[in-house]
C-alpha cells in the first residue's frame, strides 16, 4: 500500500531530521515560552482551536488557484493570488513554528520532515515569483511554482501525518466519556496544596486540597498526556510539567497554553463513613 511505503520513507528520514529537529526546537522552545502571550496567540488558544491547521487551508487554496489561473492564462490573477498564497504560507508558518516549539517525539521528526518541504516550497514561489516580476518568458516561472506546488503537497501530506497518525495538537479528552454521575475515588490522604494523583474508575483524576474543599480535574494533560500530578500550583491553577499549560481548577479552563482545549473539571465531596466520590462536571 502507497500509505506503508510512506512510513517506510519517511521513517528513513530520520537520520537527518532527528538531530536537526532538535536543534531547531530547543532554539524556537527558548524563544517562544519567553514570549508567551505571543504564543498563545499563535497557538490558538483564543480561539479554542488550533490556529496552524485553520491558517494552512488559504495558501493551498490560492496556491491551487495560481495554477488555474495559469493554465488559463490570466497572467495578472496568478500573480496576485502568488504573493497572496506566499503571504499566506509565511503565517501558517510562524503558527507552525509556535506549535512546533512544544512537540517531542516521533511527531518532531515528522514535524520537521513537513517544515522543511513548506520551506523548500516558499522558497520556489519566491523564485517564481521574482521570476515573474522581472518580466519574460512565463514558462519557467509556471513551472517553478508548479514543482513548488507539488513539494507543497507533500509536505501537507507529512503534517497531516503529525496530526492524524501522531495526534499532535488533538485534545486527549476528545472521546473522554462525560457521564455526570458520582462515582467511588481511590485515593488516601490529600494533603493541603499539593497534587495528588487519585483512581477514578478506570481514569486518573489530580486532586488538590484547599481547606476542606478538593478540587480534581483529569490527570492527563489536554495539551499532549502530559502528568497534572506531578505539576506546580500557580495562582489558582495546576501548570503541567511537560510544556507549562495552566489549568484553573475551579473549572480546567485554560488560561495559559500550549495548550487550546480546556480540561475536564470534576466535583468531590466526602462519603459518610469516609472516603470521596466525584462526577464530572458538566
Given at each position: 500500500m502507497i500509505?506503508?511505503?510512506?512510513?517506510?520513507?519517511l521513517d528513513a528520514q530520520g537520520g537527518w531530521a532527528r538531530p536537526?529537529?532538535?536543534?531547531i526546537h530547543d532554539v524556537l522552545h527558548a524563544v517562544f515560552h519567553r514570549l508567551t502571550p505571543v504564543r498563545d496567540v499563535l497557538n490558538g488558544r483564543w480561539l479554542g482551536h488550533p490556529l496552524h491547521a485553520l491558517l494552512t487551508d488559504v495558501p493551498i487554496g490560492v496556491l491551487t488557484l495560481v495554477i488555474i489561473l495559469d493554465?488559463?492564462?490570466v497572467p495578472v490573477g496568478a500573480d496576485v493570488a502568488l504573493v497572496v498564497g506566499v503571504l499566506a504560507l509565511a503565517g501558517a508558518a510562524l503558527a507552525g513554528l509556535a506549535d512546533y516549539a512544544d512537540t517531542d517525539g516521533r511527531a518532531r521528526v515528522r514535524a520537521t520532515i513537513h517544515g522543511t518541504l513548506m520551506t523548500i516550497a516558499l522558497v520556489l514561489y519566491l523564485v517564481s515569483l521574482a521570476m515573474r516580476a522581472a518580466g519574460g518568458q512565463r514558462a519557467v516561472p509556471i513551472a517553478v511554482s508548479i514543482v513548488a506546488y507539488l513539494i507543497l503537497a507533500a509536505g501537507a501530506?507529512?503534517?497531516g501525518d503529525v496530526v492524524y497518525l501522531l495526534g499532535n495538537m488533538v485534545d486527549?479528552?476528545?472521546?473522554r466519556p462525560a457521564g455526570a454521575k458520582w462515582a467511588l475515588l481511590e485515593v488516601g490522604d490529600v494533603p493541603e496544596d499539593q497534587p495528588?494523583?487519585?483512581?477514578?474508575?478506570?481514569q486518573a483524576l489530580v486532586l488538590v486540597r484547599?481547606?476542606?474543599r478538593i478540587q480534581a480535574l483529569h490527570e492527563q494533560c489536554a495539551h499532549a498526556g502530559g502528568p497534572l500530578s506531578q505539576g506546580t500550583l500557580v495562582d489558582g491553577c495546576l501548570e503541567c510539567p511537560w510544556h507549562g499549560s495552566r489549568f484553573r481548577l475551579s473549572d480546567g479552563h485554560v488560561v495559559r497554553g500550549p495548550s487550546v482545549y480546556d480540561q475536564p473539571a470534576y466535583e468531590v465531596r466526602a462519603v459518610e463513613g469516609g472516603g470521596h466520590e466525584a462526577r464530572r462536571i458538566a
Open positions: 500509505g506503508r511505503l510512506m512510513a517506510r520513507v536537526f529537529g532538535d536543534a493554465v488559463l492564462g501530506y507529512v503534517g486527549r479528552h476528545a472521546w495528588v494523583k487519585a483512581k477514578f474508575g478506570l484547599h481547606g476542606d
